[in-house]
């Protein structure tokens, strides 16, 4: 029998018992989890709400039996009329609603008692809408003793299954437990006996192991003795071994060589295909929409100005995404732009003006310094970064929300504030969030916050952010007075 065979043999024994071994304690636990499951999420939970519908039909008998006795003043007797015929049974019916959702929620489940608890919850059911019909006392405290009655049969018939149910999971359990150990010990002897075969098998092996440790160093300049006479195993394995060594030392020769182009000729490849990507997916909706607008303006040009104003508006939007394409995904840095001032407050007043129309369940607060606040950046480039965070906050939000935006001046340095109610970013979002192509959207690109990072930077400020999962994030743009 050859080296592999004895190998291979043992490892598949091994692992043919493992697999028998976890399957078997798999399928046991499992079946054991869906049994105690039915007992603490439907017979458990059905308990309670029969122990709650014998207390409630309890108090409507007694509050039945006032009223049809006359005992009470006649200037009471309305609010025992509307408590007996109408508070009592709008809770019980109400527990007997909840009890069927939980036998619907297991109706798939193959149990035997599912099936009969739901005929006799229906048929409980049906007993309670009856008693509400009779006007004389006689008549509703005999159909309430029948009913009553049902109802502990019923209480009797879930805590009965209960009991079983958990009574064979103890069993089953104890079973388990015991052919679990008998298997593993099994494996363990089998482990063992396999260990020793491959200890014996491999015994040979010191110098090519040595040879290993050398070549995992960077060590090529070796070679193991292997006489002609070795045919086995052992001999073929040197032999070929040196042949490795002989082609690893000539390939990490030209590896070394030509590892610095070829990482720059990754990062070159990465960046253009992106680029091509985007250009080539952005321009073309672009222009139809930007024809598309020219056509409007022209066919609209007796319209009011509020519809000027809009398309003009989109225009310039479209303008300034076709700058995008052509500027940031091009170009490698962003550069700063010393001779433009943009005044803060007027800029989030347009943009939030502009995202009025499309925010669905999201409110935007705006809390603006009363003074006029200017940085020194392109207006285009710093309202770029204000959408970027202002879109994410959005997304965070699928389900609607809150935005505050907020600018202030403190400790000789403008603050421009985004606040949200999102979902928030665990530690290590946050920590990558501003990675170029780090993103965690299905169809996002990871570009937003980078590029929003470089036009903050570029324009002498820093960015901050503070997040907590499930309760929001909060953005803030710091920049020099």
């Not at 029969?50 to 007694?62: F, H, R, Y």
């Not at 040009?301 to 091009?330: D, F, G």
């Not at 920590?431 to 930077?457: Q, Y």
């Not at 907590?468 to 007075?481: A, C, H, K, Y």
């Given at each position: 029998?050859?080296?592999?065979?004895?190998?291979?043999?043992?490892?598949?024994?091994?692992?043919?018992?493992?697999?028998?071994?976890?399957?078997?304690?798999?399928?046991?636990?499992?079946?054991?989890?869906?049994?105690?499951?039915?007992?603490?999420?439907?017979?458990?939970?059905?308990?309670?709400?029969?122990?709650?519908?014998?207390?409630?039909?309890?108090?409507?008998?007694?509050?039945?039996?006032?009223?049809?006795?006359?005992?009470?003043?006649?200037?009471?007797?309305?609010?025992?009329?509307?408590?007996?015929?109408?508070?009592?049974?709008?809770?019980?019916?109400?527990?007997?609603?909840?009890?069927?959702?939980?036998?619907?929620?297991?109706?798939?489940?193959?149990?035997?008692?599912?099936?009969?608890?739901?005929?006799?919850?229906?048929?409980?059911?049906?007993?309670?809408?009856?008693?509400?019909?009779?006007?004389?006392?006689?008549?509703?405290?005999?159909?309430?003793?029948?009913?009553?009655?049902?109802?502990?049969?019923?209480?009797?018939?879930?805590?009965?299954?209960?009991?079983?149910?958990?009574?064979?999971?103890?069993?089953?359990?104890?079973?388990?437990?015991?052919?679990?150990?008998?298997?593993?010990?099994?494996?363990?002897?089998?482990?063992?006996?396999?260990?020793?075969?491959?200890?014996?098998?491999?015994?040979?092996?010191?110098?090519?192991?040595?040879?290993?440790?050398?070549?995992?160093?960077?060590?090529?300049?070796?070679?193991?003795?292997?006489?002609?006479?070795?045919?086995?195993?052992?001999?073929?394995?040197?032999?070929?071994?040196?042949?490795?060594?002989?082609?690893?030392?000539?390939?990490?020769?030209?590896?070394?060589?030509?590892?610095?182009?070829?990482?720059?000729?990754?990062?070159?490849?990465?960046?253009?295909?992106?680029?091509?990507?985007?250009?080539?997916?952005?321009?073309?909706p672009l222009n139809s929409?930007?024809?598309?607008?020219?056509?409007?303006?022209?066919?609209?040009?007796?319209?009011?100005?509020?519809?000027?104003?809009?398309?003009?508006?989109?225009?310039?939007?479209?303008?300034?995404?076709?700058?995008?394409?052509?500027?940031?995904?091009?170009?490698?840095?962003v550069k700063t732009q010393?001779?433009?001032?943009?005044?803060?407050?007027?800029?989030?007043?347009?943009?939030?003006?502009?995202?009025?129309?499309?925010?669905?369940?999201?409110?935007?607060?705006?809390?603006?310094?009363?003074?006029?606040?200017?940085?020194?950046?392109?207006?285009?480039?710093?309202?770029?970064?204000?959408?970027?965070?202002?879109?994410?906050?959005?997304?965070?939000?699928?389900?609607?929300?809150?935005?505050?935006?907020?600018?202030?001046?403190?400790?000789?340095?403008?603050?421009?504030?985004?606040?949200?109610?999102?979902?928030?970013?665990?530690?290590?979002?946050?920590?990558?969030?501003?990675?170029?192509?780090?993103?965690?959207?299905?169809?996002?690109?990871?570009?937003?916050?980078?590029?929003?990072?470089?036009?903050?930077?570029?324009?002498?400020?820093?960015?901050f952010v503070a997040t907590?999962?499930?309760?929001?994030?909060?953005?803030?743009?710091?920049?020099?007075?």
């Open positions: 029998m050859s080296i592999r065979t004895k190998v291979i043999g043992s490892f598949c024994a091994i692992l043919v018992l493992l697999g028998v071994v976890s399957s078997y304690t798999y399928l046991k636990s499992r079946h054991i989890n869906q049994r105690l499951s039915l007992v603490s999420e439907l017979l458990l939970p059905l308990s309670r709400q029969m122990v709650q519908i014998q207390v409630g039909t309890q108090n409507l008998a007694e509050e039945m039996n006032r009223y049809y006795s006359g005992y009470e003043a006649s200037s009471d007797s309305s609010t025992f009329s509307r408590m007996a015929r109408e508070l009592y049974p709008y809770a019980i019916r109400k527990k007997f609603m909840l009890s069927e959702q939980l036998l619907l929620k297991f109706a798939e489940t193959p149990s035997e008692p599912i099936p009969q608890l739901n005929q006799m919850l229906f048929e409980l059911k049906e007993r309670f809408d009856g008693l509400s019909s009779f006007k004389d006392k006689q008549q509703f405290n005999e159909q309430f003793i029948v009913f009553k009655t049902k109802l502990q049969n019923l209480a009797k018939k879930i805590d009965d299954e209960c009991e079983k149910i958990t009574t064979e999971a103890q069993a089953e359990s104890q079973q388990n437990l015991l052919t679990s150990v008998a298997l593993s010990l099994f494996l363990a002897l089998t482990g063992f006996f396999c260990m020793a075969l491959a200890y014996q098998v491999l015994n040979p092996l010191p110098q090519l192991i040595q040879s290993l440790k050398k070549l995992t160093g960077g060590d090529f300049d070796q070679n193991i003795k292997v006489k002609s006479s070795d045919k086995d195993e052992i001999g073929q394995l040197a032999r070929e071994f040196n042949r490795m060594l002989s082609a690893l030392k000539e390939r990490d020769q030209k590896i070394k060589a030509q590892q610095k182009e070829l990482l720059q000729s990754e990062k070159l490849a990465a960046i253009g295909q992106l680029s091509a990507e985007v250009v080539h997916e952005i321009r073309n929409i930007s024809l598309n607008i020219d056509w409007l303006e022209s066919e609209l040009q007796a319209s009011n100005e509020e519809v000027k104003k809009t398309l003009k508006s989109i225009s310039r939007e479209i303008e300034r995404l076709a700058q995008i394409t052509e500027s940031y995904l091009v170009r490698a840095r010393e001779n433009h001032l943009t005044e803060v407050n007027e800029l989030l007043k347009e943009i939030i003006e502009f995202e009025r129309g499309d925010r669905g369940e999201i409110e935007i607060e705006a809390n603006f310094h009363e003074k006029e606040i200017y940085i020194q950046t392109e207006r285009s480039k710093i309202k770029q970064a204000f959408i970027n965070v202002l879109k994410n906050a959005k997304e965070a939000m699928p389900k609607g929300g809150k935005i505050r935006v907020k600018t202030t001046v403190k400790n000789n340095a403008t603050q421009v504030i985004f606040s949200d109610t999102g979902l928030g970013m665990s530690e290590e979002t946050k920590t990558k969030s501003f990675l170029p192509f780090f993103t965690t959207k299905t169809n996002g690109t990871g570009l937003g916050l980078a590029l929003t990072k470089e036009i903050v930077e570029a324009a002498r400020g820093r960015i907590q999962e499930g309760i929001g994030t909060t953005f803030t743009f710091q920049f020099p007075v």
